[in-house]
């Protein structure tokens, strides 16, 4: 079996398993936490540092919303048994990156990392991020390749898979909608809040050396909790959410 084929065959079931995967770099997290402490040795610095982090995040988050919101039906889904494709989307940020769900997840994946104001950490993970994702990126353009054949290559040649080329920028092929964001991005946004809810109460914990919550993130994370919960039963209770050919 060629290398091809074997990074391929590697990528499909890191493909398969891509949603819990990647927890095995926890072990990681938790060490890190035995040497926390508040960057600069000051409280405000240190949650100037997190806003910052946040921001990173969600603007990961913003970008999946913008593209999730413009994907066509049977593009930018969260399948993991097997590929699907019913289109090849080339049009809004299709246009400018391959992969730009990789990349918006890389971004929310950095601002995460950040907050342990570690420099190694952010390298290691970046790291395993690439490597990690590369071999799903061979095995999802092996599919594309496969289905659509003339019309993947011309479009491949000329946009890169992870670093955005804007030149390249083509409008929507569709109009956006924010019930079909609101239908599958919950999930991403509670998780955001919840994962640095949990650094919060962990970092601080452990530097004042005793429980400790944050009334802030405790809103933060009660309010995501309530929006979470609201999102997750429209979806599953009703039809309020659904878009029609999205």
Known sequence: MSLRNQLELSGAWLFRRRSYLPL??????LICFLSASYLGKSHVINEIWQIICICVSFSGLALRMFIVGHAPYGTSGRNTREQVANTLNTTGMYSVVRHPLYLANYIIILG?????HIWWLVL??????AL???????????????????????WASVTPAFIPKLRGWKPNGVSFSWRTVLQREYNAFFMIIS??????????SIVERHF????????AFIAGFCIFATLRTLKKRTRLLTVEDR
């Open 195 to 204: 994962v640095f809810f949990v650094l919060d109460i962990i970092g601080d």
């Open 132 to 154: 990690y994702y590369e071999r799903i990126m061979m095995a999802e353009e092996s599919f594309l390749r496969e289905r659509f054949g003339e019309t993947f290559e011309k």
């Open 124 to 129: 290691i993970i970046s790291l395993a991020y």
């Open 112 to 116: 995460i990392t950040m907050e342990f």
């Open 24 to 29: 095995v770099v926890l072990p990681v997290f």
């Open 212 to 219: 400790t919550v944050g009334t802030d993130w405790l809103i």
